[in-house]
C-alpha cells in the first residue's frame, strides 16, 4: 500500500482519514510513525484552506511522502465570522474545549435564537507530489445552542445545531456514524476519496 503522511497530531482526524483512505490502496500514517519529526507550521493563512496547504506543504517538504493536512473551524454570524480560523485558539493556547465554549457562549449572551446561525468548515489538502495538489472543503450549517449538550464529539460539538439532523440534536449527541454522514469533515473527506479515486487504483497513480 501507498502511504500517505497526515499531518495531524488529531487521532481522531487520522482514523477518519485512514478509513475513507484504505479503500484505494492508501495507509494514511503519521510523521512521528515513521521516525521523522515535524516542526510546528504557523497557521499565518486567512482562510482554511490556505492554513490546510501550509500544514501539508511542509509535511512533504520535510518527509518527501504524499502528504494530507486538514484545517476545519466554526464560524459564527452574529460575531462576524469569529472563531473562524482561530477556533483552535480562540480561549488562548491550550485552553481546553469547555474553555472554548465558555467564551464563544459569552459572546453570544442576547443573541436570539433565530440569529445565532453558524457553519462548521473542513478544508483538505493533498499533496501527492510537485505537480499534483489536490483540494476538497465540506461545510455543515447550523445554529448556536444556548447551553452544551451530550458527551460526544470534541471542540465546539456540543453547542452545533446541524440544520441537518432535523431533531435539534448538537453534534455532540450524535452517533460518529451519524455525525460522518452530516458533518463538514465527513463532506470534505467523501470529497477528498472521489477525487483520489480517480487517480489511485490499488495504491498506484493510474
Known sequence: MTEFIIASNNAKKIMELDRILNPLGIRAVTAKSRGISLDD?????????????????????????????????????????????????????????????????????????????AHFTSSICCIIDENTVIRAEGKCFGVIADSPRGSGGFGYDPVFLSDDTGDGRSFAELSPEEKDR???????LRELSEKLGGLFENGTIK
Request: charged fraction near 30%; aromatic fraction near 4%.
Open 41 to 117: 507550521v504557523e497557521e499565518t493563512g486567512e482562510t482554511f484552506a490556505e492554513n490546510a496547504e501550509l500544514k501539508a506543504r511542509a509535511a512533504f517538504e520535510r518527509t518527501g511522502m504524499p502528504s494530507v493536512a486538514d484545517d476545519s473551524g466554526l464560524s459564527v454570524d452574529a460575531l462576524g465570522g469569529e472563531p473562524g480560523v482561530y477556533s483552535a485558539r480562540y480561549a488562548g493556547e491550550g485552553a481546553t474545549d469547555e474553555q472554548k465554549i465558555a467564551k464563544l457562549l459569552k459572546n453570544l449572551e442576547g443573541v436570539p435564537a433565530q440569529k445565532r446561525t
Open 182 to 188: 452530516i458533518s463538514h469533515r465527513g463532506r470534505s
